[in-house]
């Protein structure tokens, strides 16, 4: 079983609708983080967070660490949001990240 | 110009030849990683390091070697490329802190073993 799952693997939206994206884990964790990454392939961070809630823009992720279980919210989408969105913690005993297979979203004008 | 740079951006090579793909960060961060992508796999850790003299594998390291030749610069090679090393891979740098700090991704080089 994978540590970080991620649901749903692909996602279709119609410009406007409000977009959740799920991330759920099994390890004791210091910190989540949401990253987004373009069609074209590259990746960029979108949050880093240990606790409740975080907006920027649009989008808004929270967490429920004793649920081991969080969200990425997109409002209003825009086609321009279309990218494969890849959730990762950060486990106590690690140096280092363990990611989610992402999901892939869609949104259609 | 961008903080995270990874070269070439392409490579298509042959089974059996050795490989080097190179990255170099201005962001002065003392933690540079290696990933590779693979379709419906996720990113996956080849190796790390915390800092110039401190080299890590991850859970995929077979294959792969690397140098740190700087606190800016961190070199992956495939000492006798595979086909199944065909994929996307990626360096990226963060700050050192517990828990992890953000890391920032290099644009990826696409490799294709034949």
């Known amino acids: 079983k994978n540590e970080v799952e991620q649901s749903p693997q692909n996602l279709t939206a119609q410009e406007g609708e409000f977009i959740t994206i799920n991330c759920s884990y099994s390890v004791g964790i210091s910190a989540l983080h949401w990253l987004q990454q373009h069609p074209g392939g590259g990746i960029v961070s979108l949050f880093m967070?240990?606790?409740g809630k975080k907006k920027h823009g649009r989008l808004i992720a929270t967490i429920n660490i004793q649920e081991k279980h969080s969200s990425l919210h997109i409002t209003a989408s825009h086609p321009r949001d279309s990218a494969v969105y890849i959730c990762?913690?950060?486990?106590?005993?690690?140096?280092?990240?363990?990611f989610g297979k992402g999901t892939k979203l869609s949104v259609k004008p | 110009d961008a903080d995270v740079t990874q070269t070439p951006r392409n490579r298509i090579t042959k089974t059996g030849k050795r490989i080097m793909l190179e990255c170099s960060q201005t962001?002065?961060?003392?933690?540079m990683y290696w990933y590779r992508q693979d379709p419906g796999l996720g990113l996956r850790l080849i190796y790390y390091s915390f800092d110039v003299k401190d080299i890590n594998k991850g859970e995929i390291s077979d294959g792969y070697s690397v140098s740190r030749q700087a606190q800016a610069k961190f070199s992956l090679s495939l000492e006798s490329a595979i086909p199944n090393q065909t994929a996307l891979y990626f360096c990226?740098?963060?700050?050192?802190?517990?828990?992890?700090?953000?890391?920032?991704f290099g644009p990826g080089t696409r490799l294709l073993v034949l």
């Open positions: 967070l240990s606790s």
């Open positions: 962001k002065g961060h003392d933690r």
């Open positions: 990762a913690v950060d486990g106590r005993s690690q140096g280092n990240l363990i």
């Open positions: 990226a740098t963060s700050l050192a802190g517990h828990p992890q700090e953000t890391q920032y």
